[in-house]
């Protein structure tokens, strides 16, 4: 794209100074809100299901905001929006470190043998650490540099297991909620996420960006 080009599509292209800044910050509420509540003693009757939950739930709601960047982008022609990725995820990823610690500390006191064995016992568990482990896979590349030792196709490939990981957080808050109340949250995030993954198959892709424009 000319210079030219560039100036007149503006923000679309690069967002100003402040927008990464502000959606950091932003990001970083939900943890200063908890950290406040944990201080405070406003984590409610079960501090350590509060916490578990909580930081559950905003793993979700990240990954369907990372999932929603590109689509988002190609459809309001905004390609800035994708440089967001990379923050997005890795807040992802730090929430779901804090879910992780929050289990195993306060549900399994730090007894490395006891979560080995809760991971073996319980599905849910299993598929929750299962996702984490990818996670923990792309955080660890998301580094320019790794990406550029990598090379692009294959850093892509591996990138892709987002889906997986969106797959395997539905289950396991599926699994974890089956034969409990509340089971609408599932079916809302099982839609946006199927919904979300089925716009990125092509024929598909295809349509929804030739009905955008
Ligand atoms: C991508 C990975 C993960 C996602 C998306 C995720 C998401 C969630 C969600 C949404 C909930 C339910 C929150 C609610 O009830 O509102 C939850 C609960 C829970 N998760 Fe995860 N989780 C992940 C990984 C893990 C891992 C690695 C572990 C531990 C090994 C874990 C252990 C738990 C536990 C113990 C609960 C609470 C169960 C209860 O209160 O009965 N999760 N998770």
């Known amino acids: 794209m000319t210079e030219s080009l560039r100036r007149r599509a503006g923000w679309r292209i690069r967002f100003p100074r ?18 406040w509540a944990a201080f405070a003693n406003q984590l409610g009757a079960n501090p350590a299901e509060t916490l578990i ?13 990372v999932l929603l960047l590109t689509p988002l982008s190609n459809w309001i022609q905004t390609p800035a929006l994708v440089s967001l990725r990379r923050m997005l995820g890795l807040f992802v990823y730090f929430y779901v470190t804090l879910h992780l610690i929050s289990y195993a500390l306060f549900d399994m006191g730090l007894d490395l043998v006891a979560i080995v064995a809760d991971v073996i016992k319980r599905p849910f568990i299993t598929v929750g650490m299962l996702a984490f482990v990818l996670l923990t896979a792309l955080a660890v590349t998301s580094p320019h540099a790794v990406v550029r030792k990598m090379g692009g196709k294959r850093w892509k490939q591996l990138h892709r297991a987002v889906y997986v990981i969106a797959a395997l957080g539905v289950l396991h808050f599926f699994w974890m909620r089956s034969g409990k109340q509340n089971f609408a949250e599932v079916w809302l995030y099982g839609l946006i996420l199927g919904a979300l993954l089925l716009i990125r198959i092509p024929i598909v892709a295809r349509y929804t960006r030739r009905a955008a424009s």
């Open 18 to 35: 402040w927008v990464k800044p502000t959606i950091f910050t932003a990001c970083l509420l939900p943890f200063a809100y908890l950290l």
């Open 53 to 65: 939950r909580s930081t559950g739930d905003w793993v979700l709601r990240g990954l369907c905001l």
